[in-house]
């Protein structure tokens, strides 16, 4: 079937009220970025509907294929439009139905009627497509309540326009609406999840991710980069940073007692990560800490390791158990990549028996003979940074990853 257009529909868009404009705007945008690479598109944004007119029919699936990642879309159609004219509104709407039944499906069609010049009321609409639908195509089987097609058929005054499919979004919204925010990437399931469920309420993200070399192997860098590329599926890119950690973690581990080495680490962790938030005009930090999942993530090491900034430190996942972000994992295709046995540098120096109620004064004191500041600027100065797209799952080499798949 021939398309012309699609259809959007915004969902909690719509709920907004005077600034309803720059959501739907950061949309339009969101979506003319994620569509690049396909024949040019004409998009034009209306208060509740959005209508991207295709140049070429036959880019349909791929950009269908787009849309559906894409935060602030509730659902979308592609869409036939035809003059007002009962003969060939009865024409398309049979050829557009054939193009979707395999052998049986039950069927309905709903007419609304903007243009009330049109000679036809809705009822009478309604069957005469029906009808002449059901004469055409075999293995239809009429269903008011919860039919498995159903014709939509609005007749306007510029034309009638069919669709069929109500194929549905990502929800939430747009990617950029919400500001920006650092997510701290580690090469595990949960931060992943997290930076996800930021995107979903509008949030930018740029990634953070601490390496340890030799500790940590190069294959545990490029792990996380995949991890990157594939959340930037929802978002189109994300800078990725990718912070030296291995000076830092010596020290902690030369001066800070075994059980508080921990607490101390991810206290230096989040200074960093402030810092790098600061430069590139982030608002919060997000974390995919989970409560009470391990012992850096009970309250009272929350408290202490977020003595160190003043920033809002989100954590999407924190009431989450760890079979429901398996399932998130899953879904967004993070986890294959997160299971691989490549270790980060938070399980490297995991001490045998880490604080899970660490006192702030105490692990202030132990850091207190370190010049952590100097180690920390070093980190920061020689910080990698770049930024990847989906193509980057694509365009390189997983021989990296052959041994272990």
Do not use: W
Not at 343 to 350: G, K, L, N, V
């Amino acid at each position: 079937m021939k398309y012309d257009r699609i259809l959007i529909r915004y969902g909690e868009i719509s709920t907004k009220g005077k600034n309803r404009n720059r959501f739907v705007n950061q949309l339009k945008l969101n979506i003319k970025e994620s569509l690049t690479g396909f024949s040019a598109v004409k998009i034009e944004a209306g208060r509740d509907r959005m209508h991207i007119y295709l140049q070429n029919p036959e880019d349909v699936e791929g950009i269908i294929k787009r849309l559906k990642p894409i935060f602030g879309i509730q659902s979308f159609s592609p869409v036939v439009k035809t003059a007002s004219e009962l003969t060939e509104i009865k024409e398309h709407a049979a050829k557009l139905v054939a193009s979707l039944v395999q052998e049986q499906a039950t069927f309905k069609v709903s007419a609304r009627r903007a243009d009330k010049s049109f000679p036809l009321d809705t009822n009478e609409l309604n069957r005469e497509i029906s009808s002449y639908v059901l004469n055409q195509v075999e293995g239809l089987i009429v269903e008011m309540k919860n039919p498995e097609i159903e014709l939509v058929t609005e007749v306007r005054e510029e034309g009638v326009y069919l669709s069929a499919q109500k194929i549905p979004g990502a929800g939430g919204m747009p990617i950029g609406a919400s500001n920006k925010a650092s997510l701290m990437l580690s090469g595990g399931l949960d931060s992943p999840a997290a930076g996800y469920f930021m995107m979903k309420r509008g949030v930018e993200i740029e990634a953070i991710h601490f390496h340890s070399p030799p500790f940590t192997s190069e294959q545990s860098k490029q792990k996380v980069r995949k991890l990157a590329a594939q959340l930037a599926g929802y978002s189109g890119r994300i800078k990725l940073h990718i912070v030296p950690f291995t000076a830092i973690q010596q020290a902690i581990q030369k001066q800070v007692p075994e059980n508080y080495t921990m607490t101390s680490t991810r206290r230096m962790m989040l200074k960093i990560a402030d810092l790098i938030r600061e430069q590139t005009g982030s608002k919060a930090i997000v974390t995919g800490e989970s409560l009470g999942q391990v012992a850096s993530q009970t309250l009272e090491s929350m408290q202490a390791i977020n003595a160190v900034t003043a920033t809002p430190v989100l954590r999407p996942l924190v009431t989450m158990d760890k079979t429901d972000i398996i399932e998130i994992a899953k879904e967004i295709g993070t986890y294959e990549l997160s299971i691989l046995p490549y270790e980060d540098c938070c399980t490297i120096f995991t001490p045998a028996a880490p604080k899970t109620k660490p006192k702030l004064d105490k692990v202030a004191f132990y850091e207190s003979f370190i010049d952590f500041d100097l180690l920390i600027r070093d980190a920061v100065n020689a910080t990698e940074t770049e930024i990847l797209t989906p193509n980057t799952l694509l365009n390189e080499s997983s021989d990296e990853f052959s041994g272990l798949l």
